[in-house]
């Protein structure tokens, strides 16, 4: 969780998207992974995201 918080405040410039196993956000020249194979799961969810504003039409769940 300390490591997620250093990415609060900060501009995604990109994604990689593989849905069987990984969710990659690019910050300049970080890349946080997030991992979505079934084996790395500890619930349903592994990341979710809420459009701007909490807008919840712009709502993705892996």
């Known amino acids: 969780m ?3 918080h250093r990415y609060i405040g900060k501009t995604i410039d990109g994604y990689e998207l593989d849905p069987n196993r990984l ?3 690019h910050f300049g020249d970080d890349r946080f992974v997030i991992p979505l194979d079934d084996e790395s799961r500890v619930g349903p969810e592994a990341a979710h ?3 701007p504003d909490g807008v919840p039409g712009g709502m993705w769940i892996w």
Do not use: K, Q, T, V
Request: glycine share 12%; aromatic share 12%.
């Open 2 to 4: 300390d490591l997620l």
């Open 23 to 25: 969710l990659a956000l």
């Open 49 to 51: 995201y809420l459009g």
